[in-house]
């Protein structure tokens, strides 16, 4: 619709998600709590709500809830604040914790960054829920990645550590989530090919 607020709609998108899942009215409220802090740094360091990372804290929720059948409140709040890819878009670890809880905190600064020497160990020994917000996000990320027209550097090490890295994990993870690693792999790989 002309001029509606994709922010907004997408914040409804996850909760009515959520809600037709079957979270309860509290898991809701804490996500929608977690989706609205993840939008403000969104809202003020992007050129608008058509930027393709705009959208990024609520795509990775519903891959999270539709995909990885997750409906831990927590996990799916902690996934929703997370950023593995551009820090000035990241919420402040001291945010999360003052307005979700000292444990959505710790999964936040749980979950390895992909730059981390020991990227495949930390993900390998995390917990599953650690995996799954791991998983999400950079899924969501790597389907995005071929709307970083002007980064083909990144773009490609994107994809070596997806095939490399984040792929294995899902197939020791979740089945559908690596199904989806499978698909937008070889997507995203005939991008590079191409050029």
């Known amino acids: 619709m002309e001029g509606e607020d994709r922010g907004a709609a997408m914040a409804a998108r996850v909760a ?14 804490q996500l929608s709590r977690a ?23 609520g795509r990775t929720v519903l891959i999270l809830l539709v995909d990885a059948g997750c409906r831990d409140p927590e996990v799916l709040s902690a996934s929703a604040v997370m950023d593995s890819e551009d820090a000035h878009l990241r919420v402040p670890l001291e945010r999360v914790r003052s307005t979700l809880g000292d444990s959505v905190g710790a999964l936040v600064a749980a979950v390895p960054m992909p730059n981390a020497e020991s990227l495949a160990y930390d993900l ?10 791991a998983l999400a996000e950079r899924l969501d990320h790597l389907r995005h ?8 550097p990144w773009r490609a090490a994107a994809h070596s550590l997806a095939q490399a890295v984040y792929l294995p994990m899902a197939h020791r993870t979740n089945g559908r989530l690596a199904q989806r ?5 070889r997507a995203f790989g005939r991008r590079i090919e191409r050029g």
Request: proline content about 8%.
């Open 181 to 185: 690693y499978e698909h937008w792999c």
């Open 16 to 29: 009515s998600t959520a809600q037709s899942l079957g979270i309860p009215a509290d898991g809701i409220g």
């Open 35 to 57: 989706h609205a802090l993840a939008m403000e740094p969104r809202r003020a360091a992007l050129t608008g709500d058509r930027h393709p990372l705009f959208l990024h804290p």
């Open 145 to 152: 990645a071929h709307l970083r027209d002007a980064d083909a």
């Open 124 to 133: 390998v020994t995390a917990d599953e829920p650690i995996r799954l917000i």
